[in-house]
């Protein structure tokens, strides 16, 4: 059974025929998504070059794999996080539309924005949530059942800092052999972050029974918890409202 795929859920569906397909499809999504939990999560070590915990402003970082759903709905569950934007990143500015960036011929990436607090987290922990549960870093241009260049993983860095760990970190995982192929994640210079249509945010918070959330992306939440239980919150922090308490 192939897991349901976001690009070809039409929006226009009214909300009462989402819900009898959320309906129809739990349990065959529960199901799958046990499966998917114990055959992609991963247990990464902590990265061996990072950033000591410090107080400071909060500081950004900007990553993309996959669904931006599913990615905002891990992170929104990691303390020291503040805020995550599910955006668009790697292409212009004029371009950063859903409808568009879906036709995968814009540079764009389904991405993520964490702002988070670098006293309680570091950049190098934010990335081994990324690399051990919020994805599969060793595929470039696909996660679960969603293809195409704006699902691939990749890594906007801000500054030389942020390269330099993410090239260590990626260096370290492949040098373990972690994973069963190479880490295909992208570096890519942050040129712009754009900020997904207001419908997109907290998406995983407002629609726990959406047929894709259950079968790709509550595993994800679950696999946090369980590999992390030192920096999983049960209260997520949301766009729309103030901060969860840690």
Not at 2 to 16: D, H, T, W, Y
Request: glycine share 10%; with cysteine; hydrophobic share 45%.
């Amino acid at each position: 059974m192939s897991s349901p795929s976001k690009s070809r859920v039409p929006f226009g569906l009214s909300r009462l025929l989402l819900l009898g397909l959320a309906a129809a499809a739990v349990l065959a999504g529960v199901w799958g998504a046990i499966g998917r939990a114990d055959e992609t999560a991963a247990v990464v070590p902590a990265p061996a070059v990072d950033q000591p915990l410090a107080a400071g402003e909060l500081q950004t970082a900007v990553l993309a794999g996959g669904c931006f759903w599913g990615m905002q709905g891990v992170f929104e569950h990691v303390k020291g996080v503040r805020q995550v934007l599910a955006g668009y990143s790697g292409g212009e500015k004029a371009t950063a539309v859903y409808e568009v960036v879906s036709t995968g011929e814009t540079g764009h990436a389904e991405s993520i924005q964490i702002q988070f607090d670098p006293a309680e987290i570091s950049y190098g922990e934010i990335l081994r949530i990324f690399f051990s549960v919020a994805h599969d870093p060793t595929e470039l241009n696909r996660q679960g059942p969603d293809e195409g260049t704006q699902y691939r993983s990749a890594i906007f860095y801000a500054d030389a800092a942020q390269r330099r760990i993410a090239e260590a970190y990626i260096a370290q995982l492949d040098g373990a052999h972690i994973f069963g192929s190479p880490i295909a994640t992208r570096l890519d210079p942050l040129k712009g972050f754009f900020p997904a249509e207001a419908y997109h945010q907290d998406f995983l918070i407002h629609n726990p029974t959406y047929p894709y959330i259950v079968f790709n992306d509550l595993p994800k939440i679950a696999d946090l918890k369980r590999l992390f239980p030192e920096v999983y919150r049960e209260q997520p922090v949301m766009v729309g409202g103030a901060p969860a308490p840690s």
